[in-house]
């Protein structure tokens, strides 16, 4: 089964900036429209972003203008530039296919990256 990969958390002020990176095993990656989720203390988990192959993007209300998601299938991989953070970003993020939180994954969830946002 293909693996995603998440990389990229950290610990930063309110304000700061991180970019997430996720890469996948295979080049299955390429045949769907991938996205980012985060799921926050206490939360479900939530869809923060996707893009297709053909660079069209779609944002949680929540973040956007403030991240960007981006993809690079030669590399298999997908990235979620977060600038002005807010606390209210601290979660964890991970990657898989767009439709995930509904249906049955393509890809096996990761273990995610943790991001928390100090005020």
């Known amino acids: 089964q293909v693996q995603l990969v998440e990389s990229g958390g950290g610990l930063v002020h309110a304000g700061g900036s991180l970019r997430l990176s996720c890469v996948a095993s295979e080049n299955r990656f390429s045949f769907y429209i991938m996205a980012w989720y985060r799921q926050g203390p206490g939360k479900q988990r939530e869809l923060v972003a996707d893009v297709s192959n053909g660079g069209s993007t779609n944002y949680a209300d929540s973040v956007k203008g403030r991240f960007t998601v981006s993809r690079d299938n030669a590399k298999r991989t997908l990235y979620l530039q977060m600038n002005s953070l807010k606390p209210e970003d601290t979660a964890v993020y991970y990657c898989?296919?767009?439709?995930?939180?509904?249906?049955?994954?393509?890809?096996?969830w990761g273990q995610g990256t943790q991001v928390t946002v100090s005020s």
């Open positions: 898989n296919a767009k439709g995930s939180l509904n249906n049955q994954p393509p890809f096996r």
